[in-house]
């Protein structure tokens, strides 16, 4: 069985969010978001810098969302939610997954570090300031890359759409995303109305 280690609104939706498009059974161990769990020597067994998601599969485990879902992929995607390996469409699709993370998620885990998770004393201004300069640019070009596409890579939803929504979620959770962003707002509707999100946001 698969055990998937999470904490409400982390990244771990994203690895419960594929697994639900997949119809594939899992387990949850859902941790209080809290740093004396996540740096408790237990959980720092399972992942060194004491971060969600972890994943176990049978004698696998991994962390790292984006490497998650490649895995789940491999294993139990039987092709479905990405295009095929060496077209020009995998091409895009491997720059779109990765840019969820590297160029998107990462500007809003820094602003929601320093607005609210790390103690106050060690929160730290310029710091949300220089991150969420990051985020707005990289929304405008998801924002401008949507015009007259329903996902990132045109008509058919894929696992890239899973990477990049969690920081547009994370976004609008926190009051950070644009209202003027009406391609991205419009974005964020369709895939809510997608089962497998509403099970993975629960
Ligand atoms: N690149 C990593 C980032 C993991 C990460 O930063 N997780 C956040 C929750 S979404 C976390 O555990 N934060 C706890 C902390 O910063 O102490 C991934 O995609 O798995």
Redesign the pocket.
């Known amino acids: 069985m698969i055990r998937i280690h999470h904490?409400r609104?982390?990244?771990?939706a994203?690895v419960i969010w594929l697994l639900e498009e997949l119809g594939v059974s899992y387990e949850l161990d859902t941790i209080e978001?809290k740093?004396e769990n996540?740096?408790s020597p237990e959980y720092i067994k399972l992942?060194p810098?004491?971060?969600?998601?972890v994943m176990e599969d049978g004698p696998v485990r991994i962390?790292?969302?984006?490497?998650?879902l490649e895995w789940l992929l491999e294993k139990y995607g039987e092709g479905r939610l990405a295009p095929k390996p060496a077209t020009p469409e995998r091409a895009l699709y491997l720059q779109w997954f990765h840019y969820g993370?590297a160029s998107l998620?990462?500007y809003i885990?820094d602003v929601?570090?320093h607005r609210f998770?790390?103690p106050e004393a060690e929160r730290k201004a310029d710091v949300v300031e220089g991150a969420r300069a990051r985020l707005l640019e990289a929304l405008a070009v998801v924002e401008r890359e949507l015009g007259g596409r329903a996902f990132i890579l045109g008509g058919d939803f894929s696992a890239a759409d899973i990477m990049v929504a969690?920081g547009i979620v994370?976004a609008r959770i926190t009051g950070e995303l644009p209202k003027n962003l009406t391609n991205v707002a419009a974005y964020l509707d369709r895939l809510k109305a997608r089962p497998a999100y509403a099970r993975a946001w629960a």
């Not at 609104?9 to 771990?12: D, E, H, M, Q």
């Not at 962390?63 to 998650?68: D, L, M």
Request: net charge positive; glycine share 10%; no cysteine.
């Open positions: 904490a609104r982390a990244r771990s994203r978001f740093r996540l740096r992942h810098l004491g971060l969600v998601p962390f790292e969302s984006g490497a998650i993370e998620a990462r885990g929601v570090r998770t790390l969690y994370m």
